[in-house]
């Protein structure tokens, strides 16, 4: 471990310690929460991707950050997509039960009120699977554009008001690693059951487990991009 990963580190515990050992904090956090929703989604995606994204880095380059990289306008986009994420979440939280309910499994639509159950484990998987099957490859796909941008604007704050053009980096992706791998494998082996999981939490607890997650996505974007050979 160098002096980098050691401030890396820090800055994660430093993050999340507080909260853990200020009862008026996190009693504190809970409200604003509850209040600013999506100021909240922003704030946790903004920081906690980002910082995924700087971790697959390191694995990909050694380092945390690299000329072009972009952290900031990385961390605005994420915030704004963190956002998106949030309102997908509480949508697919509040219609997939009723389908999975119309399905046959009685009482789904209650038991995703309460504590842990069989009907809510699978109110919690039918969220996950829907989730995960129509709006996660969109969101995918459209993360990789947003990406992509601000790398060919050298990392630049610039880069959030410069048109993106989707057409031509769309068709300039790696389709092959984007299906085979960020579709194919990571959406059925990691996301469906990590977002089973999420959806058992209590609502508060949601999109700060998603935003978490986001520090693994940041490892799988590293194994994506090997694969892809941008390295």
């Given amino acids: 471990m160098n002096k980098n990963d050691f401030f890396f580190l820090l800055f994660i515990l430093v993050l999340f310690l507080p909260f853990v050992f200020i009862p008026e904090l996190y009693a ?11 100021i909240m989604a922003f704030l946790k995606f903004g920081l906690l991707a980002t910082a995924g994204e700087m971790l697959g880095l390191r694995i990909k380059t050694g380092n945390y950050s690299v000329p072009g990289f972009g952290i900031l306008p990385r961390a605005v986009v994420w915030g704004l997509l963190g956002i998106w994420i949030a309102i997908a ?18 009482g789904v639509v209650e038991a ?24 996660a490859p969109v969101f995918m796909t459209i993360h990789k554009v947003t990406d992509t941008h601000i790398i060919n604007n050298g990392g630049k704050l610039s880069a959030l008001i410069t048109p993106i053009p989707f057409g031509k980096l769309l068709a300039s ?49 590293a194994v994506a991009a090997v694969l892809s050979g941008n390295r």
């Fill in 173 to 221: 992706l790696n389709w092959k690693v984007q299906w085979d791998f960020v579709f194919k494998k990571t959406i059925p082996f990691f996301w469906i059951p990590a977002h089973t999981v999420t959806f058992l939490l209590p609502a508060d607890m949601q999109v700060l487990f998603a935003a978490v997650l986001s520090i693994v996505l940041g490892v799988l974007l």
């Fill in 28 to 38: 504190g956090y809970k409200h604003f929460n509850a209040d600013h929703a999506y």
């Fill in 89 to 106: 979440m509480k949508v697919f939280a509040t219609g997939s039960p009723l389908i999975v309910q119309y399905l046959g499994v009685d």
């Fill in 112 to 135: 995703m009120k309460g504590g842990f159950s069989v009907q809510k484990l699978l109110g919690a998987f039918g969220i996950s699977l829907l989730m995960n099957t129509s709006f």
